[in-house]
């Protein structure tokens, strides 16, 4: 079943791709813009918040250029108020043909059958296959994010009533060390080309260096307080772009 539907879609994509008479590899610059979300890779704080963005590229050739842009969450870790203009270098493929994926998309769905729905799903093969068939570029981005932090600290204060009858607090959340950002950042970008549009898909990693966020705890009689900084964060992001 699974050749039956790259097959199909393989024969179909040709159709779909005659009247987008431009040459992809053309084209040097991209704007794109598009939401997503962030989290962090510490176990003791796997709160998601939503972030914003719109980017910018340059290719000076083929394959080399630069990614930058803007980047604002409302909140991030529980502190309000992230800012950040990301800057990194790109290493990209050139766009593929539709006509490059039919036996590694079969290969792929077999994979995807065995290791996620451990059946032959067809409406979740025809999904992967189409997807995998029209992938158009993959892209690998290095860079820095340097950014701004205008929220205060997300801590609150817990007030219990301990064994021998008094009243104690705690003091718990997130604690803002600086307001000024910068992290180290790795990820991949995933592109599905319509005429000069694309759907994109970022999946990244970040190391925040300056050690901004910190997860703090303070209970009442114990000297030393908890306040472990938050160094790995991820962020998946979505959008549309327009090449020109």
Known sequence: ????????????????????????NS???????????????????????????INYSR?????IGLRTGFQYMPSNLGVDGFYCA????????GMFDYSDYGY????????????LWNSDNILADMLAVFLLATLNRGELFFGLTPGLITGHDSIDTVWYSGIDGNTYYERQGIRKAGSL???????????WRIWRFTLNMSPAFHWNFTG?????????????PQDTPVN?????????????
Not at 31 to 43: P, R
Request: charged share 10%; with cysteine.
């Open 86 to 93: 990301p800057v990194a270098m790109s290493l990209r493929t």
């Open 232 to 244: 790995w964060t991820f962020t998946l992001n979505m959008g549309l772009g327009w090449l020109f």
């Open 27 to 53: 084209f040097g610059h991209e704007i794109s813009f598009g939401s997503g979300l962030g989290t962090s890779l510490n176990s003791l704080t796997t709160e998601t918040n939503p972030t914003f963005w």
């Open 1 to 24: 079943m699974k050749r039956l539907i790259v097959f199909i879609i393989l024969s179909v994509l040709p159709v779909c791709a005659g009247a987008q008479r431009i040459d992809p």
């Open 212 to 224: 901004n966020y910190h997860i703090y705890s303070e209970r009442e009689g114990i000297p030393y």
């Open 59 to 63: 290719y000076y050739t083929r394959h």
């Open 104 to 115: 590694g998309a079969m290969l792929a769905v077999d994979a995807l059958d065995a290791m």
């Open 181 to 191: 950002y910068c992290s180290a950042d790795v990820g991949v970008n995933l592109s």
